[in-house]
């Protein structure tokens, strides 16, 4: 069942600010202009988890951003949050350029060179109803776990990324920690799908200093 996120106090996220919960297409808007590109993002995380899972000392990516990895999936898993437990509807119109044909798989826009193009390139994890409307995600995100236990999994991968104790032990993580990457590839991609269809309008109406 949802419940309503309200304000700072009462839902004690660990990473928005009082703005950004407020307004979530800001803090959309501000975290894949000015933060983090998706991409490079992707790798980066997959690295962490990668360093996390690691039953040597092997380190994947760059340790020291690590923390800040950490930092901004949390981030990523407020706005889902917020967003999951608003009434805004997130279903895409057929005409609009990020709507996919939820008969075509993926291949699909791999072998047709008119749509060979972003943003269909950065949405590749998340089929094509996920893509129509986001909310079909946010749904099976968190009955998978919910954000308490969203908050455990990512805490336990930047403890297990910084000493010699991979994840893969972990009981309740280990067995599942190939589904938790892919959710959150996901999680990614569909807050990127927000941006594409509604942060990105709104940061040029309201906020156009973040595309300086």
Not at 97 to 117: H, M, T, W
Request: charge should be negative; charged fraction near 25%.
């Amino acid at each position: 069942m949802k419940t309503a996120t309200t304000t700072l106090s009462e839902t004690n996220f660990r990473q928005l600010t009082s703005y950004e919960i407020d307004y979530p297409l800001y803090g959309i808007g501000k975290f894949w202009i000015l933060d983090a590109y998706i991409e490079d993002f992707r790798m980066e995380v997959f690295n962490w988890i990668k360093t996390a899972c690691s039953l040597s000392n092997d380190q994947f990516g760059d340790p020291d951003e690590f923390e800040l990895l950490h930092h901004q999936c949390i981030k990523l898993l407020e706005i889902a949050h917020i967003l999951y437990t608003s009434e805004e509807n997130f279903k895409i119109e057929k005409d609009h350029p990020v709507y996919r044909n939820v008969k075509a798989c993926f291949g699909y826009y791999l072998e047709n060179e008119q749509i060979l193009s972003c943003p269909h390139l950065y949405f590749r994890k998340l089929v094509g109803n996920e893509v129509n409307d986001v909310n079909i995600f946010f749904e099976e995100f968190f009955d998978y776990r919910s954000l308490t236990e969203w908050y455990d999994i990512l805490d336990q991968l930047l403890i297990s990324s910084r000493e010699e104790s991979s994840v893969v032990k972990n009981e309740e993580i280990g067995p599942v920690i190939l589904e938790i990457n892919e959710y959150l590839e996901k999680l990614m991609e569909s807050i990127g799908v927000v941006f594409e269809t509604k942060a990105l309008a709104y940061i040029t109406r309201h906020h156009p200093e973040l595309l300086d």
